[in-house]
């Protein structure tokens, strides 16, 4: 054991084994945030530098990320993101403001109707929640339409301005 520990406190492994160890924990959170948006259908884990889906509709099978679709590939961003900001937030000081929302910018004009019903109906399970707020940054109408609360932000040559749209 003292071998061990002496070994992961080299100066040249130490680094290596936190990063690894924090890389675990955000997996372990974002992978939880993705079985339940996604159903109970994924999982996330990492092997050799490479985020990869477990799909429990396939078997288990284990596979890169880069094969899910739009609307998946969407749903596993914002386990990330939503591990990510639970993270930072347990990092903060006490008494420093906590990290409870998330802005999401995630060019949702090139998902298909199909995706772009999965992204929707994926930002609606999260609502109900209520332990973040999350904002979405789009131009699509279809998309727009289905946030209750929404700020339409317009703009001419020389000034911007913003509207609350909703209750």
């Given amino acids: 054991m003292a071998k061990l520990l002496g070994d992961r406190l080299r100066s040249n492994h130490f680094p290596r084994w936190l990063v690894a160890s924090a890389l675990d924990v955000l997996v372990a959170d974002a992978s939880e945030s993705l079985r339940e948006l996604s159903g109970g ?4 884990t990492h092997a050799d ?18 094969t899910l679709s739009g609307g998946e590939t969407f749903q596993a961003s914002l386990a990330l993101a939503l591990a990510l900001s639970s993270q930072l937030a347990g990092l903060a000081a006490e008494g420093a403001p906590r990290l409870e929302s998330i802005l999401l910018d995630e060019g949702f004009g090139t998902l298909d109707e199909s995706s772009l019903e999965t992204v929707a109906g994926t930002l609606e399970n999260l609502a109900t929640r209520g332990d973040r707020m999350v904002g979405v940054i789009t131009h699509v109408p279809a998309l ?15 000034t911007s ?5 909703g209750p």
């Fill in 49 to 66: 530098g490479d985020f990869l889906v477990v799909d429990h509709a396939d078997a288990d099978a284990r596979r890169p990320v880069k």
């Fill in 41 to 44: 259908q994924f999982e996330l």
């Fill in 161 to 165: 301005t913003i509207v609350r749209e």
């Fill in 144 to 158: 727009a339409e289905r946030i209750p609360v929404r700020f339409s932000v317009a703009r001419d040559q020389r």
